[in-house]
């Protein structure tokens, strides 16, 4: 293959920082020729072993091509006064890891962190490549399909494994991707990430409360899950996040300004404040859309019956769809009934570049689930039906829905 096409389609490697994870397969030896790859394309390269790599090739290997020590023992860090695998996930753009055995990989999907390469990698924050590497029975287990299958769902990236012949002898799905295609991965994946760079995205999630007295509100079921998924993958793609959460029991996401609301009105004022800033706006909260006309000092008694005169909550995301000027803006609904007919107008009226539409009724879709389907529906008139996926696998499809609008308007000039 032409390495020097290679290194140019790739030069966004140039100056960033790679994290190589090598594991025990026989595969390992060819971690060097990729080590060499990200070397000769600008990137800095640090290497880390599993105790098992270090059985099929030398960390002299590695330490000579990336020019640095092979970080391998989980506790040489008590020696050097350096908590290492924190260290080294703070610098790092991207971790690729080659051979991914099942082993790491399911540890991965289980959290266990019993080696420098394990420790690394529950610390990582930046994006994650794995090259699976192994026996083609081993491959095919129901245990380790699931593993991978949830860390595609919590956002790893996966290039390979490919068919072909094994080292046991065997031929089938389980040899690591080529390496160039394991290079070419870790390409894109950084292309995507400085795509966002620059960018302030606004995103509001979760439901509003509205008082009714000091001990009761009236609020809806959402859990934020899905703005905070759209936080985490803004953030993810290099992006500066302001979230705007209603109460939500969510971990906020690592990076985020995160702005904690509590009512509508609450919720308008800080996305105003923000809205002139923003490239991309977000609108996942569950706003109320009524709040008591008065706010009783102190707890309402109990008594025969009670009637609470309601009004209306301000409409933010049709104020914003008003003063849009370069904004890219993304409503929500969800919806009972009449779906496409709702989503379309809402659509129109709120000035959206699209809508995200589900029906809340339907298993697995809309509030308090980890899991989503919807429509989108867009300004140009196009729609699109997505099928049921987890809360982080739609929002990286939607904020991809983003990404063309982007290069449209960058075509464009508009
Ligand atoms: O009109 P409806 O409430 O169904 O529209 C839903 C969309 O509008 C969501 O994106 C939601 O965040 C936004 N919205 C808003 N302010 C309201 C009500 C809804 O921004 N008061």
């Given amino acids: 293959m032409n390495m020097e096409k290679n290194k140019q389609s790739n030069s966004i490697l140039a100056g960033k920082f790679i994290l190589l994870g090598i594991t025990g397969g026989i595969a390992a030896y060819k971690a060097a020729e990729l080590c060499r790859l990200f070397i000769k394309a600008g990137a800095s390269v640090r290497v880390i072993m599993t105790p098992a790599a270090k059985e099929f090739i030398s960390p002299l290997t590695l330490q000579t091509l990336s020019k640095h020590q092979v970080y391998d023992d989980l506790f040489a860090g008590t020696k050097r006064y350096t908590v290492e695998h924190v260290e080294l996930t703070k610098a790092a753009d991207l971790f690729v890891v080659a051979p991914a055995t099942a082993n790491t990989i399911s540890k991965i999907a289980g959290g266990i962190a019993d080696n420098l390469l394990m420790t690394t990698m529950l610390a990582a924050r ?230 995200v539409a589900n029906n809340v009724t339907q298993e697995g879709a809309g509030f308090n689930t980890d899991t989503n389907q919807v429509q989108i529906f867009f300004a140009g008139g196009d729609s699109k039906c997505l099928e049921l996926m987890s809360k982080k696998e739609l929002a990286g499809c939607l904020l991809q829905e983003v990404d063309l609008l982007l290069k449209e308007r960058n075509t464009t000039g508009s």
């Fill in 126 to 355: 930046c994006p994650v490549l794995l090259a699976p590497a192994m026996n083609t029975q081993m491959y095919q287990h129901p245990a380790l399909l699931e593993n991978l299958r949830k860390l595609r769902a919590w956002g790893y990236h996966q290039v390979g494994p490919a068919i072909g012949e094994l080292a046991c002898g065997d031929t089938g799905a389980g040899k690591m991707a080529p390496v160039e295609e394991i290079f070419a991965a870790a390409g894109r994946i950084l292309r995507q990430n400085s795509s966002w760079q620059g960018l302030k995205v606004l995103i509001t999630a979760g439901p509003t409360r509205e008082a009714i007295d000091p001990i009761r509100f009236i609020t809806n079921h959402s859990s934020g899950k899905m703005g905070y998924a759209l936080a985490e993958a803004a953030l993810e793609r290099g992006a500066s996040v302001t979230l705007v959460s209603g109460p939500t029991n969510l971990e906020p996401p690592r990076g985020a300004d995160l702005i904690r609301v509590n009512t509508a009105q609450q919720m308008y004022e800080a996305v105003l404040e923000h809205f002139d800033d923003a490239h991309i706006v977000i609108k996942t909260a569950a706003v109320a859309d009524y709040r008591p006309a008065v706010r009783q000092k102190e707890k309402i008694k109990k008594g025969e019956s009670l009637t609470l005169e309601l009004v209306p909550n301000p409409d933010i995301l049709a104020t914003l769809g008003k003063r849009k000027k370069q904004q890219i803006l993304i409503g929500f609904a969800a919806e009972t009934n009449n779906l496409e007919q709702n989503a379309l107008r809402k659509l129109k009226q709120k000035n959206l570049d699209f809508i």
